[in-house]
T-cell receptor, first 111, second 115 residues
Framework: KQEVTQIPAALSVPEGENLVLNCSFT??????LQWFRQDPGKGLTSLLL?????REQTSGRLNASLDKSSGRSTLYIAASQPGDSATYLC??????????FGAGTTVTVRA | EAGVAQSPRYKIIEKRQSVAFWCNPI?????LYWYQQILGQGPKLLIQ????????DSQLPKDRFSAERLKGVDSTLKIQPAKLEDSAVYLC?????????????FGQGTRLTVV
C-alpha cells in the first residue's frame, strides 16, 4: 500500500524567504506526482504535475523535483509572499484508479 | 473553461439523516472521482467513474454510501444514514479519459457537518 508523508506538517516563514516542502512515498512505482494548493474552505488547485520520467517541473516561482528511486519530491517556492499562505498537498498516482495524498504542509508567510 | 462544479457548498445534518451531493465535471472529462477529506488529513478516494462505469469503489462504505453517474456526465454521492464520523469535505474531481499522465482538477468541495 502506498504511503505518502509530508514533513513538516506546518511551517511559518517571514516574507521573502524561500520555502522548501518535502514529500516522501513508499512505493516508487508511480505514474506521476502532483502538487496541489488548498486554501481554507476551498478545493484543491493543481500547481505542478511531474511525470515519472521527469526530474523536475517549473512554473513561475515554483519548482518541483522528483527522485523516484528514493521516493522523494520537493516543492520549492522562491521569494515567498503572504499570498502563498495555504496548505500544500502532494499526491502520487500509483495506478490508473487513484491519487494517494499526503496530509499536507500548512504554510504561513508572515508579512 | 469552466471548472468542476459542486453543490451545495455547505451542509449541516443530524446523525441518521440522509444527504446528497452533486458534481458536474469539466466538459469532456470522462473520469470523475469522489474524495473524502477529514480535517487535518489528505483526501481519500471514495469512488472513481470512467464514463458511467465504476472503476474503483474499494474504499466506499457501501452500507451507507452510494454514488451514481447515470449519463456519464454529472454525478451524485449519497450518504444514508449519516454518522458523526462522516463530517468532512467531499471533493469531486475530473480528468481527461482517466489516463495516468493527465492532471486531476478539483471542485470547491462540499463541507458536511453531522451533529
Amino acid at each position: 500500500k502506498q504511503e505518502v508523508t509530508q514533513i513538516p506538517a506546518a511551517l511559518s516563514v517571514p516574507e521573502g524567504e524561500n520555502l522548501v516542502l518535502n514529500c516522501s512515498f513508499t512505493d516508487s512505482a508511480i505514474y506521476n506526482l502532483q502538487w496541489f494548493r488548498q486554501d481554507p474552505g476551498k478545493g484543491l488547485t493543481s500547481l505542478l504535475l511531474i511525470q515519472s520520467s521527469q526530474r523536475e517541473q517549473t512554473s513561475g516561482r515554483l519548482n518541483a523535483s522528483l527522485d523516484k528511486s528514493s521516493g522523494r519530491s520537493t516543492l520549492y517556492i522562491a521569494a515567498s509572499q503572504p499570498g502563498d499562505s495555504a496548505t500544500y498537498l502532494c499526491a502520487v498516482r500509483p495506478s490508473l484508479s487513484k491519487l494517494s495524498f499526503g496530509a499536507g504542509t500548512t504554510v504561513t508567510v508572515r508579512a | 473553461e469552466a471548472g468542476v462544479a459542486q453543490s451545495p457548498r455547505y451542509k449541516i445534518i443530524e446523525k441518521r439523516q440522509s444527504v446528497a451531493f452533486w458534481c458536474n465535471p469539466i466538459s469532456g472529462h470522462a473520469t470523475l472521482y469522489w474524495y473524502q477529506q477529514i480535517l487535518g488529513q489528505g483526501p481519500k478516494l471514495l469512488i472513481q467513474f470512467q464514463n458511467n462505469g465504476v472503476v474503483d469503489d474499494s474504499q466506499l462504505p457501501k452500507d451507507r454510501f452510494s454514488a451514481e453517474r447515470l449519463k456519464g456526465v454529472d454525478s451524485t454521492l449519497k450518504i444514508q444514514p449519516a454518522k458523526l464520523e462522516d463530517s468532512a469535505v467531499y471533493l469531486c474531481a475530473s480528468s481527461l479519459k482517466g489516463l495516468p499522465n493527465t492532471e486531476a482538477f478539483f471542485g470547491q468541495g462540499t463541507r458536511l457537518t453531522v451533529v
